[in-house]
T-cell receptor, first 114, second 112 residues
Framework: DAGVIQSPRHEVTEMGQEVTLRCKPI?????LFWYRQTMMRGLELLIY????????DSGMPEDRFSAKMPNASFSTLKIQPSEPRDSAVYFC????????????FGSGTQLSVL | DQQVKQNSPSLSVQEGRISILNCDYT??????FLWYKKYPAEGPTFLIS?????DKNEDGRFTVFLNKSAKHLSLHIVPSQPGDSAVYFC???????????FGKGTRLSVIA
């Protein structure tokens, strides 16, 4: 299996632009998670899905952030409009279930908003 | 409020010596703990875990210790190797379909 696949690996954009991050989870995994890594806050959970349904989006920082999972093999995280403070590494992870199954992470998207 | 705390942002150890990474948690409902390892430009990968019914779990050079009364766990790496240089994240989980809560990470540097 190729593992969790994220695209793009790097994204540089200007403040005010829309940014879309993409994720393909491991086939057969039922849970998908979006995390953001910053120096100040470490790895923080933004949102997670079970069976394509959003379960908890309380970690989404603002209404500018939205996430979708239209099917079991694809998810997007969108920021509109983007701001410099959104600059971070965004990770997608998947697991067999939402329980204590270990997470498998993608390689992340390094986002820089200028 | 951080429920999982890794108070040491960095740690430097000589090759061959023991590395001890510490983690504290505040939520008494946590019953499963994991350590993840992250290299630059890669996602975190699972390293070792421990259930709250145990106080120790060992896997090769890696051992995790859990002290429930102190709400503290530690990861021991012995002997440390240069390839162990990475950021280590402590994570915790409570019963049910709840996601992992991560600490901020500790950057370990193993010096040859």
């Amino acid at each position: 299996d190729a593992g969790v696949i994220q695209s793009p690996r790097h994204e540089v954009t200007e403040m005010g632009q829309e940014v879309t991050l993409r994720c393909k989870p491991i086939s057969g995994h039922n849970s998908l998670f979006w995390y953001r890594q910053t120096m100040m806050r470490g790895l923080e959970l933004l949102i997670y899905f079970n069976n394509n349904v959003p379960i908890d989006d309380s970690g989404m920082p603002e209404d500018r952030f939205s996430a979708k999972m239209p099917n079991a093999s694809f998810s997007t995280l969108k920021i509109q409009p983007s701001e410099p403070r959104d600059s971070a590494v965004y990770f997608c992870a998947s697991s067999l279930s939402g329980g204590n199954e270990k997470l498998f992470f993608g390689s992340g998207t390094q986002l820089s908003v200028l | 409020d951080q429920q999982v705390k890794q108070n040491s942002p960095s740690l430097s150890v000589q090759e061959g010596r023991i590395s001890i990474l510490n983690c504290d948690y505040t939520n008494s409902m946590f019953d499963y703990f994991l350590w993840y390892k992250k290299y630059p430009a890669e996602g975190p990968t699972f390293l070792i875990s421990i259930s709250s019914i145990k106080d120790k779990n060992e896997d090769g050079r890696f051992t995790v210790f859990l002290n429930k009364s102190a709400k503290h766990l530690s990861l021991h790496i012995v002997p440390s190797q240069p390839g162990d240089s990475a950021v280590y994240f402590c994570a915790a989980h409570s019963t049910g379909n709840t996601p992992l809560v991560f600490g901020k990470g500790t950057r370990l540097s193993v010096i040859a």
